[in-house]
């Protein structure tokens, strides 16, 4: 670790010559390139430095100690500057593992976030929307921008499915965990007899991508136009402003029909198209990858259960982790930080192990 250390800030200093170059300077591609590349490089290079810097003071301690012409008085404050410096220099060693730990590249990306509810019906409509508030809620506390791409609303007020983009720096890195089957477990407000029913919600998070990321051939696109629908007359327009578009090498289909501008929701579909194109190709990628190395969170597959939110007992159980927390109703309005810190926590650590 040392040695990845020093060649790194090696590699830092002599980033720090070339930004100070003239000619570099007068380059704004090259310069803009090479100071992200100083700046990624910046925290661990500063962690780096505290490190070395504690460690020197530990062995001038250790080597006062040794020294028969120490007085004991002496002695004792170099013991106590030991009992000190060493649980510091463990916690910066940790540091540091962790901050030389693979990047995500997605990491700094915003999220495309698609819900659609599971198993049990209207109530699953209603969970739907609560997880959408909840992921809104949590946009709002980080001041982060959320736009809906496309919904589909239900008489009850729930959401069939519904497509939103949160468009801010390093929103993936916080939400990525959120892929899975959320499972809720309450009485519907149209039970009678007082059960406790269980619904399901998916929820798919995809990085956003660029366009110049993803190329899509038109040819391959078949795109349909038609008038969107609305719940009890509400939201009908009078015009084909509504999109289908069919990606047929995938058969993947995007609707959007939320504005009324057939142009707008054409722009909405595409970019939902490429972000799940994307995301079929991150999944070959990481199929490649050795299984050892994966993230043991979760596979983020649509599929997999990966929490309850038990109402009659105001919980929330994360199974991954094994983590349950009892402040369900905050964590609904969007305090989810607790469970979203030891998911990142965790899979740090395991990624720890396999280093």
């Given at each position: 670790m040392l040695e990845k250390l020093s060649f790194l800030r090696e590699k830092y200093n002599d980033?720090?010559?070339?930004?100070?170059?003239?000619?570099?300077?007068?380059?704004?591609?090259?310069f803009t390139k090479l100071m992200q590349e100083q700046a990624q490089l910046q925290p661990i290079i500063d962690v780096y430095n505290k490190y070395e810097t504690v460690d020197?003071?530990?062995?001038?301690?250790?080597?006062?100690?040794?020294d028969p012409e120490t007085d004991e008085d002496f002695k004792e404050l170099c013991n106590d500057d030991l009992k000190e410096l060493k649980p510091q220099l463990a916690e910066l060693e940790d540091e540091l593992k962790v901050l030389l730990l693979p990047k995500d590249p997605n990491d700094e990306r915003g999220v495309i976030v698609e819900i659609r509810g599971g198993?049990?019906?209207?109530?699953?409509?209603?969970?739907?929307?609560?997880?959408?508030?909840?992921?809104?809620?949590?946009?709002?506390?980080?001041?982060?921008?959320t736009e809906i791409l496309n919904s589909n609303v239900l008489g009850t007020g729930g959401f069939k499915e519904i497509t939103f983009s949160i468009s801010s720096k390093g929103a993936y890195s916080r939400l990525k965990f959120e892929s899975g089957v959320h499972r809720v477990q309450r009485i519907p407000t149209t039970e009678s007899g007082g059960r406790i029913h269980t619904s399901t919600a998916t929820v798919a998070v995809l990085p956003e991508v660029d366009d110049v990321e993803v190329e899509i051939d038109p040819n391959d696109l078949r795109i349909d136009v038609y008038r969107s629908s609305g719940n009890g007359g509400q939201s009908v327009n009078t015009t084909d402003s509504a999109v289908r578009i069919t990606h047929l090498p995938t058969g993947?289909?995007?609707?959007?029909?939320?504005e009324k501008s057939q142009l707008k929701n054409k722009d909405k579909a595409l970019k939902v198209l490429k972000a799940r194109l994307y995301e079929i190709e991150e999944q070959k990628r990481q199929n490649e990858i050795a299984s050892e190395r994966k993230s043991q969170?979760?596979?983020?597959?649509?599929?997999?259960?990966?929490?309850?939110y038990n109402f009659p007992q105001g919980r929330v159980t994360d199974h991954r982790i094994g983590m349950t927390i009892h402040s369900l109703d905050d964590f609904l309005d969007g305090n989810i930080d607790e469970i979203v810190d030891a998911l990142i926590t965790y899979d740090q650590t395991e990624k720890l192990k396999q280093m």
């Open positions: 980033l720090t010559q070339q930004v100070s170059n003239p000619d570099v300077i007068a380059n704004h591609e090259k020197s003071q530990i062995k001038e301690a250790e080597e006062l100690l040794q198993a049990g019906g209207d109530e699953a409509a209603l969970f739907a929307g609560d997880l959408f508030r909840m992921f809104s809620r949590y946009a709002e506390r980080n001041h982060w921008n993947i289909v995007i609707t959007c029909q939320d969170v979760g596979t983020g597959d649509r599929s997999e259960r990966i929490r309850t």
